[in-house]
T-cell receptor, first 111, second 117 residues
Framework: GQQVMQIPQYQHVQEGEDFTTYCNSS?????IQWYKQRPGGHPVFLIQ?????EVKKQKRLTFQFGEAKKNSSLHITATQTTDVGTYFC???????????FGPGTRLSVLP | KAGVTQTPRYLIKTRGQQVTLSCSPI?????VSWYQQTPGQGLQFLFE???????NKGNFPGRFSGRQFSNSRSEMNVSTLELGDSALYLC????????????????FGSGTQLSVL
């Protein structure tokens, strides 16, 4: 079945440093989404990418969808303590059957 | 607009019992999906409903079932509870079944924390 992997599993950064998490799917995706879950909270939608090679920016966050629509990345520039949480990628396969979440990358930001 | 509402917020059950969890989606949302979240397994897809029909189902045993009502509210039921069913159960709603448009945005509820003793 479809599998979605994320690396790294954990990342500890000093405030102000950059952070990147990578998402890889075993199958081609119709779209990729990113969610953020703060400790004790629920996942909150950040963005959706649909087109091959698409790049979207939200302030300090940059999202990219690979050309083959099988991988994606989230880059945060100059992290802040408010960026703490777990970042999940999620995607639906091209058949529209399964919606799979990656295992997440837990980000800690040290002040 | 009110968000996705899940009840109850916390639940404690013993092995062998059954449990029913409830989810009220955002008004106007017709698609509801359920997820199981555990520290070790992350977010696991349970099932997805649209207009009272189950569209997709994850790899969970038949003890896990769900349904959706005409007002889009959804319930999930777990029978013969096992210790391993202890988890946070999250419900998410979206505007419409996404496959046809390739667009979707899930709005999650706060979840039901189920503990099986």
């Amino acid at each position: 079945g479809q599998q979605v992997m994320q690396i790294p599993q954990y990342q500890h950064v000093q405030e102000g440093e950059d952070f990147t998490t990578y998402c890889n799917s075993s199958t081609t995706l119709s779209n990729i989404q990113w969610y953020k879950q703060r400790p004790g909270g629920h996942p909150v939608f950040l963005i959706q990418l649909v087109k091959s090679g698409e790049v979207k920016k939200q302030k300090r966050l940059t999202f990219q969808f690979g050309e083959a629509k099988k991988n994606s990345s989230l880059h945060i520039t100059a992290t802040q303590t408010t960026d703490v949480g777990t970042y999940f990628c999620a995607g639906r396969d091209n058949y529209g059957q399964n919606f799979v979440f990656g295992p997440g990358t837990r980000l800690s930001v040290l002040p | 607009k009110a968000g996705v509402t899940q009840t109850p917020r916390y639940l404690i059950k013993t092995r062998g019992q059954q449990v029913t969890l409830s989810c009220s989606p955002i008004s106007g949302h017709r698609s509801v999906s359920w997820y199981q979240q555990t520290p070790g397994q992350g977010l696991q897809f349970l099932f997805e409903y649209f207009s009272e029909t189950q569209r997709n189902k994850g790899n969970f045993p038949g003890r896990f079932s769900g349904r959706q009502f005409s007002n889009s509210r959804s319930e999930m039921n777990v029978s013969t509870l096992e210790l391993g069913d202890s988890a946070l159960y999250l419900c998410a709603s979206s505007l419409e079944f996404i496959q046809d448009r390739g667009e979707e945005k899930l709005f999650f509820g706060s979840g039901t924390q189920l503990s099986v003793l």
